[in-house]
């Protein structure tokens, strides 16, 4: 069974600092897809990324940067100097490679950034 | 282009009615989801659909019915409403990429 856990529930940090979300994933298939994605406080859910089972490469766009590790099943976010505009809930996501991409969401991370 | 659109944005309903949500979108993509938010529990997946007349159940689909009859498409009902049912309902859309577009959010209130 497809499973995400996102063991921190809220973060608070002080502008400027950076701080890392953690994602932790099972699944059997062999072929998947991770996400992340963001909500903030008015309620609309933002793309941030995508990258598939095959690809481990870690990606940097902007401040935003993440680590991807079949190793250990985690496909962690970090943020460089967060903002106060960082603020929201972020959310992992896992979706299987066949069978109409039914993605499995981890309950979340709530993000506070303090100016 | 409307990308997803959810209607209504907002309802309250007493236990028992019925209501449909409709979700919209113009992006001619085969796949369409059906998710509710809860407090603390993330977004869970309730029904979707793989291409038009197909339907298919997700986590949690008790209490709730779908169908996809355009392409365009995809309908949520809830035959008799309960207050287990309160939530902000988001539709998806996405294509052979999977990458998921979100519409708005529909936020339900059963009394």
């Known amino acids: 069974a497809q499973k995400v856990t996102q063991a921190q529930t809220e973060i608070s940090v002080v502008e400027k600092e950076d701080v890392t979300l953690d994602c932790v994933y099972e699944?059997?298939?062999?072929?998947?897809?991770l996400f992340w994605y963001k909500q903030p406080p008015s309620g609309e859910l933002v793309f941030l990324i995508r990258r598939n089972s095959f690809d481990e490469q870690n990606e940097i766009s902007g401040r935003y940067s993440w680590n991807f590790q079949k190793s250990t099943s985690s496909f962690n976010f970090t943020i460089t100097a967060s903002q106060v505009v960082d603020s929201a809930v972020y959310f992992c996501?896992?979706?299987?490679?066949?069978?109409?991409?039914?993605?499995?969401f981890g309950a979340g991370t709530r993000l506070f950034v303090k100016a | 282009n409307a990308g997803v659109t959810q209607t209504p944005k907002f309802r309250v309903l007493k236990t028992g009615q019925s209501m449909t949500l409709l979700c919209a979108q113009d992006?001619?993509?085969?796949?369409m989801y059906w998710y509710r938010q809860d407090p603390g529990m993330g977004l869970r997946l309730i029904h979707y659909s793989v291409g038009e007349g197909t339907t298919a159940k997700g986590e949690v689909p008790d209490g709730y019915n779908v169908s996809r009859l355009k392409k365009q498409n995809f309908l949520l009902g809830l035959e008799s409403a309960a207050p287990s049912q309160t939530s902000v309902y988001f539709c998806a859309s996405c294509d052979v990429r999977n990458e998921q577009f979100f519409g708005p959010g529909t936020r339900l209130t059963v009394l």
């Open positions: 996501a896992l979706s299987e490679g066949a069978g109409g991409f039914k993605t499995i």
């Open positions: 992006m001619n993509h085969e796949y």
């Open positions: 699944t059997r298939d062999t072929t998947y897809y």
